[in-house]
Each structure stands twice: as structure tokens, then as C-alpha cells.
């Protein structure tokens, strides 16, 4: 089977500068070794023409879902090597931002590798990145720095941050600032930033405890951060101070989509509305009984989240929750630690082994 054949077809794979970033392709042919591996399709195959559900890379699993240039095997899509080595990341319009071999490199649509940032601009322990049409923001010992996603100038990336800052989670929060409208976490004086303001966002946030980029995520109310685990989520708006929006025990993992926030505990992925006051209302269960979930992502329509075990899964829900069991996007990744939605696309980042290392991966929603 494919995820058991997974490490040693990528083991050769390796980066000798920032523009041999590779499309490592398929892994390898599933392999039916019989017991009790055989894929379970539920859905009636007749509204599209009688096509098997399982291996059809047009119709794979339900009807009209596209694996979008990969192969379908056990009616779910084969995930494709996009970059090997990096654990920052960033996704945007089809294309990756990521730090490989110390520098920042964009990996187009096309699969075309361009270095954005040199070794000597990125600064010291790069810890997490996000990205858009205009930019790439990333954070790190040194502060948050930005470029322009074709590059950075001559004279390198602007500095956002206070000098000698280290600074963590960094989001996008529209009213911010019409050029620079990102939002960061300072782990030197514990506290939540802005681009061009005096004033902190906040002062009482206790951030560096929350060492994880999923920690902090932003929607059309504000930004959100789990400022500890099993403690408090906050709530930023772009000009007042922050305010504690609820206490929960979480597994540092939050996500943000319009008015909603959704984050996980032990056993559980939770939906919460932001009420006009910035506190949240009371939690409503998206899915319950399962393994440890992490790495929570959102889009318009669902959850999505991984499992803390050796080998795990990635399972989504509609955002409303589940009816049955959680639907699985893809199976069998050894240990997943993030995931990042765009587009028709789920990106995520999976810790093969010692040996191999770290990729990241885009599958077919």
C-alpha cells in the first residue's frame, strides 16, 4: 500500500539549493495485500455514468470529486510531494512559500522553484509564515519580516516588529493597516501586536506559552489566539485591547472561519459564535469521540483536523457537524503536524521518520 512505501520512495529525494525544491510525485502503487484493506464506497455510482468509485481519479470516492492530476486508490485521492525539509510554510493561490535550506523559496502552480529570501535575510529561528497575493510575512528571533511574494528587494525584507523582538503566530486582520494588515505574537514582552501601533493589542496574554503557530488564527472578527493550553481564547480586534473570549481546554490548535471559531480538546473538535461582544457563545460539538485531534484547519464549508498517533489521518466535518463518522481526506501520514487550506487544496506537513525528515504534501479536497 501506497503509505507503507511512502518513506523509502521519497528517500532519494533531496534539496541541493532553493530552486531544486522538487515535485517529488506520486508515491508509490498501492499494493492489496489482502486482510481487511479493501476500500468501503457507500455513495451510488449511478448519477456519475456507473464509475468506480474506488480508483477513479474523476469521480474518486463520491461523484465529480476531481484528484486533480494524482491517482485515486481506496476511493480517496494520493497525496503529491510538493517540498521536502521545511516545517514553516506558507500557502496562497496554489503557490507554497517555504524556508528550505534556510532560505524562503515560492513554488508556483507549475512547479517552478523561485528563492524569495536569502539565508542572511531570513533571521534567526524562522517559527511561522503566512501569505498572500502582495506578501510573505514571516516571524521568528528577529522579528516579523515581510516581502513582496515576487521576491525581496535589494535592501532586504521591512522589519514590522520592534527591534530585537522574538515574535511567534503571526495573522492576517483586514482593518489593521491598509498596507502591512498583520497581527503577531511577542514572546519578549508577552504581548499581541500590530503594524504601526503604539499600543499593544494586548498585555495580559501570557503568549509565551503558546509556542504553537496553530495557537492563532484570524476571521472577519478579529484574531483569535489560545493563549495557553487548557486555558483562555483571546479575541483582537484592529483597535481596541484584547479581551478574553472564553475559557476552554484546548489542545493548541484554533482555527477561524467568518464569525466562528472552532478549536479541539482531548476527544472533541468545537464550533463557538463570536457574539457582538467579543465573547463566545456557548460551544457546539462538530465531532466527538476521537483520538487527540490537532492541526486544525478551516475553509467555508468544513473542519478539518489530524490525529496524534503514528500513523494518522486527516478527517473533516461540515462545519454545522457531522451527521455520522467524520469524512477521511486522506489516511495512513506519519505524524501529521499542521494543515493549511487553499483553494481545492488541503497542504500539510507530515515528520516521516529521522532519516527522511519532513514534506509537505497537497491532496484534493
Known amino acids: 500500500m501506497w503509505r507503507r512505501a511512502l518513506a523509502a520512495s521519497l528517500v532519494p529525494a533531496v534539496l541541493v539549493s532553493c530552486r531544486a525544491v522538487l515535485g517529488l510525485g506520486d508515491p508509490l502503487p498501492y499494493e492489496d495485500g489482502g486482510g481487511n484493506e479493501q476500500p468501503v464506497v457507500t455513495e451510488d ?3 456519475c455514468g456507473g464509475a468506480n468509485l474506488v480508483v477513479d481519479p474523476s469521480h474518486c470516492g463520491r461523484c465529480n470529486h476531481s484528484c486533480r492530476g494524482t491517482r485515486c486508490e481506496r476511493g480517496k485521492c494520493v497525496p503529491l510531494g510538493v517540498s521536502v525539509g521545511p516545517h514553516v510554510y506558507a500557502v496562497s493561490d496554489g503557490r507554497l512559500f517555504a524556508i528550505v535550506n534556510d532560505e524562503i523559496v515560492r513554488v508556483d502552480t507549475s512547479g517552478d522553484a523561485v528563492r524569495i529570501a536569502e539565508k542572511a535575510l531570513v533571521g534567526a529561528s524562522p517559527r511561522a509564515m503566512i ?5 510573505v510575512v514571516w516571524s521568528g528571533d528577529d522579528g516579523v519580516r515581510v516581502c ?20 511567534g503566530p503571526v495573522v492576517h ?3 489593521v493597516h491598509p498596507t502591512y494588515p498583520y497581527v503577531w505574537v511577542n514572546f519578549t514582552d508577552a504581548t499581541v501586536e500590530k503594524y504601526g501601533g503604539a499600543i499593544p493589542l494586548s498585555t495580559d496574554t501570557r503568549v509565551e506559552r503558546a509556542l504553537c503557530p496553530s495557537a492563532f488564527a484570524s476571521a472577519s472578527g478579529g484574531a483569535y ?19 478574553i473570549a472564553a ?31 467579543g465573547t463566545l457563545a456557548p460551544r457546539v460539538a462538530i465531532a466527538t469521540n476521537l483520538v487527540a485531534p490537532k492541526a486544525l484547519a478551516t475553509d467555508d464549508e468544513y473542519v478539518y483536523w489530524a490525529a496524534s498517533s503514528a500513523e494518522t489521518s486527516i478527517l473533516r466535518c461540515p462545519q454545522t457537524g457531522c451527521e455520522g463518522p ?9 505524524t501529521i503536524e499542521s494543515i493549511k487550506s487553499d483553494g481545492p487544496f488541503l497542504y500539510f506537513s507530515a515528520f516521516l521518520n529521522a532519516t527522511v525528515g519532513r514534506f509537505i504534501y497537497r491532496v484534493a479536497k
Open 173 to 175: 486582520v483586514a482593518p
Open 131 to 135: 501569505a498572500n497575493a502582495q506578501h
Open 148 to 167: 513582496s511574494a515576487t521576491g525581496c528587494p535589494a535592501d532586504g525584507p521591512e522589519i514590522l516588529s520592534a527591534a530585537g523582538k522574538r515574535t
Open 326 to 334: 467524520p469524512e477521511v481526506v486522506v489516511e495512513g501520514i506519519p
Open 45 to 47: 455510482n449511478s448519477a
Open 247 to 277: 475559557n476552554v481546554e484546548d489542545q493548541c490548535a484554533i482555527a477561524a472561519a467568518g464569525n466562528n471559531v472552532f478549536y479541539t480538546d482531548s476527544a472533541n473538535v468545537w464550533r463557538s459564535e463570536v457574539n457582538a461582544d
Open 225 to 243: 489566539l489560545s493563549d495557553a493550553p487548557g486555558d483562555r481564547v483571546w479575541l483582537y480586534r484592529a483597535t481596541e485591547q484584547g479581551r
